[in-house]
């Protein structure tokens, strides 16, 4: 990326005052960056934390699984989920509140006796996934703003402040060149003026 500008002293202080902003931001988004990268890693963490506990739980049971043949799938579900929002390093993050379930009511007596252990169980299961996909939902949100903030920084290190030094350089030389013409055709006129006033 080209930076425009001109040579002469306004653009030099414009191209001045970009240059000193970007410096001063970049501690800033490079402390972004890293908090993001530690965020990501723990939401990573406790996704696969949560993945083992439902492969744990389903495990668990799995000397029931002749048994799930006769569940009535239509006993409980998931009625609604509340969720609040949270901000880390800037992102917004849904963070699990609450599970409403909504359980169809069933006769304890004609029932088979572990049908309100497998209700408990999905209720579980169901917990355990939730907050599953809610740490996978946090670690992808925050994975995407890690990547656009260590572009940010890759803009900023790169390819803009060393793009800004270079202007500002170029135009210090330029009206430095300009300032010692002036002075050296200053000189010249003076002293052709002196030569002719002396020569008379």
């Given at each position: 990326?080209?930076?425009?500008?001109?040579?002469?002293?306004?653009?030099?202080?414009?191209?001045?005052?970009?240059?000193?902003?970007?410096?001063?931001?970049?501690?800033?988004?490079?402390?972004k960056?890293s908090?993001?990268?530690?965020?990501?890693?723990?939401a990573?963490?406790?996704?696969?934390?949560?993945?083992?506990?439902?492969?744990?739980?389903?495990?668990?049971?799995?000397?029931?699984?002749?048994?799930?043949?006769?569940?009535?799938?239509?006993?409980?579900?998931?009625?609604?989920?509340?969720?609040?929002?949270?901000?880390?390093?800037?992102?917004?993050?849904?963070?699990?509140?609450?599970?409403?379930?909504?359980?169809?009511?069933?006769?304890?007596?004609?029932?088979?006796v572990?049908?309100?252990?497998?209700?408990?169980?999905?209720?579980?299961?169901?917990?355990?996934?939730?907050?599953?996909?809610?740490?996978?939902?946090?670690?992808?949100?925050?994975?995407?703003?890690?990547?656009?903030?260590?572009?940010?920084?890759?803009?900023?290190?790169?390819?803009?402040?060393?793009?800004?030094?270079?202007?500002?350089?170029?135009?210090?030389?330029?009206?430095?060149?300009?300032?010692?013409?002036?002075?050296?055709?200053?000189?010249?006129?003076?002293?052709?003026?002196?030569?002719?006033?002396?020569?008379?």
């Open positions: 990326m080209a930076i425009k500008f001109q040579y002469n002293k306004t653009s030099l202080n414009d191209m001045d005052k970009q240059l000193k902003m970007r410096q001063r931001a970049l501690p800033t988004i490079k402390s960056e908090a993001l990268r530690l965020e990501v890693k723990k990573r963490d406790v996704a696969s934390e949560y993945s083992g506990k439902v492969d744990e739980l389903a495990a668990e049971y799995d000397y029931m699984a002749a048994l799930w043949g006769e569940f009535d799938k239509d006993l409980i579900r998931v009625k609604d989920v509340e969720f609040n929002v949270s901000k880390i390093a800037g992102v917004r993050i849904p963070v699990l509140e609450n599970i409403i379930f909504e359980e169809k009511p069933y006769d304890l007596f004609s029932s088979p572990w049908i309100s252990e497998g209700v408990e169980l999905m209720k579980r299961i169901a917990k355990l996934g939730l907050e599953r996909e809610f740490f996978n939902k946090k670690m992808e949100l925050l994975d995407y703003a890690r990547k656009k903030t260590t572009q940010k920084v890759n803009l900023y290190e790169k390819v803009q402040i060393p793009g800004y030094q270079d202007a500002v350089r170029k135009i210090k030389r330029f009206l430095e060149d300009e300032d010692n013409l002036s002075k050296s055709s200053q000189k010249i006129v003076k002293t052709r003026q002196q030569n002719q006033e002396d020569s008379v």
